[in-house]
């Protein structure tokens, strides 16, 4: 597959960092589950959790914003965004049908290790996922939004 900077075309001004990867940027910290199975129904799917702050942003929130491209797709948490310009939960990406698995399960995270002390809009946004796997078998689950929580890592 050819990349845009092998053709010689770059995005943006500024230069790529060494893994190319949102995590260059320093505190940005990824980790990312994928289920895949055939059987009782086939699963292609996952989470992919983006924390700032080196894990902090729980108790030390971020200013923030955010775009609409096109308006379609769900995003949990940008009225409080909007609101107080402020991220305080890390930014989860999952399927459509997922949203709301991954939105509780980050509640209830930040709830049972002490992140939080009153209530929580965390971010989470949806991409179809339905020409990869049978949507409505709803193969996440919260174990795996934790266990990518426990995989968090820069570079």
């Known amino acids: ?12 001004e500024c ?33 992919t959790v983006v924390m700032p702050r080196d894990g902090d942003i729980w108790r030390n929130p ?7 491209f096109n308006g379609c797709g769900e995003m949990t948490g940008l009225l409080w965004v909007e609101e107080s310009g402020q991220l305080s939960h890390p930014i989860a990406l999952t399927s ?7 939105h509780e399960a980050l509640i209830a995270y930040a ?16 991409t179809w996922d339905g020409w990869l796997n ?3 078998g709803f193969h996440l689950k919260a174990e795996h939004v934790y266990e990518t929580l426990a995989l968090i890592a820069g570079g």
């Open 111 to 126: 709830q049972e290790y002490g992140h939080t002390e009153q209530s929580s809009l965390p971010v989470v946004a949806e």
């Open 62 to 68: 971020a200013f923030a914003a955010y775009h609409s």
């Open 15 to 47: 230069p790529t960092g060494p893994h190319n990867a949102i995590t260059d940027i320093p505190g940005v910290l990824v980790g990312h589950t994928t289920i895949i199975h055939d059987q009782p129904r086939v699963a292609r799917t996952g989470v």
């Open 96 to 102: 459509t049908h997922h949203v709301g698995t991954v």
């Open 134 to 136: 049978d949507m409505d």
């Open 1 to 12: 597959m050819t990349r845009l900077r092998d053709l010689s075309i770059t995005v943006g």
